[in-house]
């Protein structure tokens, strides 16, 4: 057994890649007073605010480095769909954003819910939403990415969910924090050691 040092500035995480192959059996949809709405032609910033409410806790940042054009070309891509998950009074309080650029297959890019909703069984609804969205005819495969620094029950929800884990990874990459793309006490349950010069 090897312990790998990490660099001040930089992060590493275990990346869990999990896959449906079968659209899962038809069962009735969880309740919830939450609404999943289609974003079509996302504007960047728009798409920035809602990306960062629902992110920043779990260190989400990589859209966030992109400039308006870079990030336009994908969330306007129509092979990719955007959804925003609504309140009651209207208010945007999670995403979900699917992939069909692969033949075959959908990837869940990102699915989350804001910190504040975690723990009201809002998750379930949302990923028999996105299910639904995501198997399309033609659809054999429909996949997403974990990792360690999303939420402690991420895996096993996804697990839960008829999820099949198929792959680990390790990702290091720049703290978001220190290069400012999310603010120094985003994610306070994962240290920021801030580079020593």
């Known amino acids: 057994m090897a312990l790998i040092a990490v660099a001040p500035g930089e992060l590493a995480t275990i990346v869990t890649t999990l896959e449906m192959t079968a659209r899962p059996p038809l069962r009735p949809m969880p309740s919830s007073p939450l609404r999943l709405v289609r974003w079509n032609q996302p504007e960047p910033a728009k798409y920035r605010t809602l990306f960062a409410r629902v992110g920043a806790r779990w260190l989400w940042y990589s859209r966030l480095a992109l400039d308006d054009d870079a990030l336009a070309a994908i969330v306007q891509d129509p092979a990719i769909a955007v959804h925003a998950v609504l309140d009651r009074a209207g208010i945007e309080v999670g995403m979900v954003e699917l992939d069909h650029r692969t033949a075959g297959a959908c990837a869940i890019a990102y699915f989350a819910l804001v910190p504040e909703l975690a723990g009201q069984r809002h ?75």
């Open 123 to 197: 998750g379930r609804w949302l990923m028999a939403e996105t299910l639904a969205r995501a198997w399309r005819p033609g659809v054999a495969r429909v996949w997403l990415n974990t990792c360690t620094l999303d939420h402690p029950s991420a895996l096993g929800f996804y697990r839960a969910q008829g999820f099949t884990a198929t792959a680990r990874t390790i990702e290091t990459f720049a703290d978001p924090r220190a290069s400012g793309l999310l603010p120094a006490d985003a994610a306070p349950q994962i240290p920021y050691l801030a580079s020593r010069r």
